[in-house]
């Protein structure tokens, strides 16, 4: 009897050692009623671990290392959480600052950056111990009052970029190019347009864009030829329509890009609008279910996925890319709050935070496969983010 | 006279709807309490914060509202602010319901 205790007692931590297993088809899904994270596996489709802990999650987001094993986890609070999947435990947790948004890790993978509320600006931090680098605070005017910053990704050469709410400014820190004092050369865009909210930059890198609340357009730099400043785009999107009240701000991440177009989301409209991506024209807009707050294309750019503000947000449709026309409508629960696609898209992830779910369709056939348990679940992140500039 | 007449009744009329709704809403049932309470911590809480420290918008907890006068905070939640993300409620939520959300506020959220 005692023996056999004793056998399974060493067995357990052996066998948990022996399972080797990488973390390709891994993800994980933030809970922000707990402050806690799932680590989901999209082959099984089901969830290995939960890690408890992470604080304030309302709006977190995460970026992942190079070789995909440790998430960075950016929530509300400040807080700026080394997660690793594979053993399901938090390796380090700092607070630095009092209040986030979102993050972004360099091309080198060694910097991992966090853009600020209060106050306003970016600290960058090594990746490998969390230990800061560099405090950039987004000051402006003549005043010299701290923005808040907002649509922070990582750009080739060692850059990142990101957008001033307050001020109206687009910013780049060139952590390949580091002034006498020590510190990334800034470069400073000024009036690119009224309240910045969010930005996102292609997936080739090249254009660096930010979505405007404060008037309708988009602010363009192309980071190939900054010196040419920004470009307005799109400045009329709006005109003729009458704009609504804002329930949820909308998202750019992950933009949707096909071959042709763009789609993006209308700020206060029912609408999804159409771009090409050659000229940055306006090709159509899409009337939709409500104010579209994630548009995202599938790998393949086949499918575009569109996801509504409160409250519109039980439903989820779907754009077919060749004709601009909705073929079809889900609806996965109250509060659909994110979608994600696993890497070649033949599933996509969707999270309802007041439905306690996280439901998998088929993409082609538009099928649930199943559904996962989960506490008020918002964003969803698979691993293949790891090697795509801007994510 | 008769174009009066018609005015008049249609104001009395809405005075007496009015009133009705007031008495119909100033108990707010438990599972509607409830239902505000998830709108305050998570939609609110998309610009705000859940634990209403503040994000996009500004913090909203009660040490930072005792300096800021009631009347100016159901204002804001009823009208919105133009010009900023601050969206209006009265559209969505009852002027009873944005009052319990007031007090709500002042009294500090419950997180769920």
Known sequence: MKLKLLIVLLALPLSACNTLRGTGDLGVVIERATGSLQVVDSTQRVSLSQVNGLGDLSHASIVYSR???FAYVFGRDGGLTK???LKGEITKRIIQSGNSIGGAISQDGKLVSVSNYTPGGVNVFNAETLALVES??????????????????????????????DAGEIWIAD???VNNNGKAAITKFKNIGKQPYDGLITPDGRYYIAGLFGEDGLAVLDLWHPEKGVKRILANYGRGGKKMPVYKMPHLEGWAMTEDYAFFPAVGRNEVLVMNRRNWKQVKKIAVHGQPVFVMARPDGRQVWVNYAYPKNDTVEVIDTESLKIIKTLKPGKAVLHMEFTPRGEQVWISARDAGKVTVYDTATFKALTTLPMAKPSGIFFTNRAHRIGL | MVKGFVIKSISVMSVFIFCNLVIAENNISTQRSIELNNLLVQDCGSCHGMTMKGGLGPALTPEVLLTKPRDMITATITHGRPGTPMPPWKNILSAEEINWMVDTLYAGVKQE
């Open chain 1, 67 to 69: 070789d995909e094993r």
């Open chain 1, 83 to 85: 997660v690793d999947i």
């Open chain 1, 136 to 165: 950039i605070p987004a000051i402006y005017g003549k005043d010299n009052k701290q923005s808040k910053v907002v649509g922070l990704v990582d750009a080739p050469g060692q850059r990142f970029v990101f957008s001033l709410y």
């Open chain 1, 175 to 177: 952590f390949n190019h």
